[in-house]
């Protein structure tokens, strides 16, 4: 697990053994990635949906109504409390409905967040969008972030997208499928290079004024039969 910057460090050394002409043009603009590493467990799990479609200033002040009301993080308390309880922390009906799901799921036996540690990439992240409320982006997110998984792989990030363009000199942005295809050669260490790819696009943005990535405007509908 990439849970430190010993771990991190170890981590990219893997990388390198896999793909070292890439790692080694990375690291030379970029040094080492941060680890960005976060709270593991239901706490974890709780604040990526709470930030989810906020802001950072939003996302803290709900946090913080909600570690005062749920401090010990106890999914079984949630299941117990009323809505009423979990909307006055700043929840949306939608997030409380994900938050009750999860909590459910975990003291029903049918996810162990820890214990996630022990699968498979693939496997870890089929667990976690299994549970309603959950989606691609967050369980890549838990498994990044809050577990430390090294072989994460969020395919459907925009930044992680652009930044593949530049660092693999691309002619235009990979899709899913093409980013995932780009991943395939980093196995089992893929999270360690979406943490470098994410770095070195940063360095590189800052230094080029590189624009920000940008979901692709959509063609409009036609007509059926135009």
Same mark, same amino acid.
Do not use: N
């Given at each position: 697990?990439?849970?430190? @910057?010993?771990? #991190? +460090?170890? +981590?990219?050394? !893997?990388?390198?053994?896999?793909?070292?002409?890439?790692?080694?043009?990375?690291?030379?603009?970029?040094?080492?990635?941060?680890?960005? =590493?976060?709270? $593991?467990?239901? %706490? $974890?799990?709780?604040?990526?949906?709470?930030? !989810?479609?906020?802001?950072?200033? &939003?996302? #803290?002040?709900?946090?913080?109504?909600?570690?005062?009301?749920?401090?010990?993080?106890?999914?079984?308390?949630?299941?117990?409390?009323?809505? *009423? *309880?979990?909307?006055?922390? $700043?929840?949306?009906?939608?997030?409380?409905? +994900?938050?009750?799901?999860?909590?459910?799921?975990?003291?029903?036996?049918?996810?162990?967040?820890?214990? /996630?540690?022990?699968?498979?990439? @693939?496997?870890?992240?089929?667990?976690?969008?299994?549970?309603?409320?959950? $989606?691609?982006? &967050?369980?890549?997110?838990?498994?990044?972030?809050?577990?430390?998984?090294?072989?994460?792989?969020?395919?459907?990030? /925009?930044? /992680?997208?652009?930044?593949?363009?530049?660092?693999?000199?691309?002619? =235009?942005?990979?899709?899913? =499928?093409?980013?995932?295809?780009?991943? %395939?050669?980093?196995?089992?260490?893929?999270?360690?290079?979406?943490?470098?790819?994410?770095?070195?696009?940063?360095?590189? =943005?800052?230094?080029?004024? #590189?624009?920000?990535?940008?979901?692709?405007?959509?063609?409009?509908?036609?007509?059926?039969? &135009?």
């Amino acid at each position: 697990m990439i849970v430190s @910057d010993e771990t #991190l +460090a170890q +981590a990219i050394e !893997q990388l390198r053994g896999i793909d070292a002409m890439t790692v080694d043009h990375m690291t030379a603009s970029c040094g080492m990635p941060p680890l960005r =590493k976060r709270a $593991g467990g239901f %706490e $974890g799990l709780a604040w990526i949906v709470i930030a !989810q479609q906020v802001s950072t200033a &939003s996302a #803290l002040a709900i946090f913080a109504r909600f570690s005062t009301r749920f401090g010990r993080f106890d999914p079984a308390e949630i299941v117990a409390a009323g809505d *009423d *309880d979990l909307k006055a922390c $700043g929840l949306s009906t939608p997030k409380v409905r +994900a938050m009750r799901a999860i909590c459910e799921a975990i003291v029903g036996g049918h996810i162990d967040l820890d214990g /996630l540690a022990s699968l498979s990439a @693939d496997e870890a992240h089929a667990r976690l969008v299994a549970i309603k409320g959950i $989606g691609p982006w &967050s369980a890549d997110v838990y498994l990044l972030f809050c577990l430390g998984h090294p072989d994460v792989w969020p395919v459907g990030d /925009l930044a /992680l997208q652009e930044a593949a363009r530049v660092a693999l000199g691309l002619k =235009k942005r990979p899709d899913h =499928k093409s980013l995932e295809r780009i991943g %395939e050669r980093w196995r089992p260490w893929r999270a360690a290079a979406a943490r470098l790819l994410w770095a070195y696009y940063a360095s590189i =943005k800052q230094a080029q004024r #590189l624009p920000e990535a940008k979901p692709r405007p959509r063609k409009p509908a036609t007509a059926a039969g &135009s």
